[in-house]
């Protein structure tokens, strides 16, 4: 069965420091979006990406992240210059169509910044 | 703007005994409701789905769901808990946009 995989799975950074998340959604797919769980709190939205551009994003999807396809395969989550509180579970999730059809996840990259 | 909550935090229950998750949710209109499950290390995996229709559906692994509208709920239920059940289960609602918006969770925990 096809899933969606996510590399790496923890990721220890300085705070300051970039990282770049990555994933690979479901190859039929056309809808790609990123969540984060802190530790002990719910999964929250980041993003949605359609089409090569972003359909939607949360107020934490702030001017530190960014998302990319930068290829037929990949889908990047980039923070530019980490906090602390980015500490994280990052997961990716991908979609055949948009509104509201399944969404699947990936086993999630676990961001640590010190 | 849409919510979900789950009252409960955590629950145990011992196999073989039934099982109910609460979830109430707050949208507008018709939402579109999910149940995700999430096993220690694990990603999100989808138990079931309620779009439109039937409002008792049926999912994996032996869940099911029912849509109240009158109550704002789609609690989770399993007549038989096995061992293998213990995780966090999220409910989560959509709107007319792409993104899930969960609840806290609830972590189940079975005694044999």
């Known amino acids: 069965e096809p899933e969606v995989t996510q590399t790496p799975s923890h990721q220890v950074t300085q705070m300051g420091q970039e990282v770049i998340l990555r994933c690979v959604p479901i190859?039929?797919?056309?809808?790609f979006y990123w969540y984060r769980q802190i530790l002990g709190q719910k999964v929250e939205f980041l993003v949605s990406?359609?089409?090569?551009?972003?359909?939607?994003k949360s107020e934490i999807f702030d001017d530190q992240f960014s998302v990319e396809r930068p290829d037929g395969s990949n889908f990047t989550l980039k923070i530019r210059s980490t906090k602390l509180e980015d500490s994280a579970m990052y997961f990716c999730?991908?979609?055949?169509?948009?509104?509201?059809?399944?969404?699947?996840f990936g086993p999630g990259t676990r961001l640590t910044v010190l | 703007a849409q919510s979900v909550t789950q009252p409960d935090i955590h629950i145990t229950v011992s196999e073989g005994a039934s099982l109910e998750l609460r979830c109430n949710y707050s949208y507008g209109a018709t939402p579109y409701l999910f149940w995700y499950v999430q096993s220690p290390g694990q990603g999100l995996q989808l138990l079931l789905k309620?779009?439109?229709?039937?409002?008792l559906v049926q999912g994996i692994k032996g869940f099911e769901a029912e849509f109240k509208r009158s109550q704002s709920s789609f609690n989770l239920r399993k007549p038989s808990v096995h061992w293998s059940d213990a995780a966090e289960y999220f409910c989560a609602v959509a709107g007319t946009a792409s993104k899930l918006t969960f609840g806290t969770g609830t972590r189940l925990q079975v005694t044999l």
């Open positions: 190859s039929n797919h056309l809808y």
């Open positions: 309620y779009f439109s229709g039937d409002t």
């Open positions: 990406f359609y089409n090569n551009e972003i359909s939607e």
């Open positions: 999730a991908s979609s055949v169509l948009g509104l509201s059809d399944t969404q699947y």
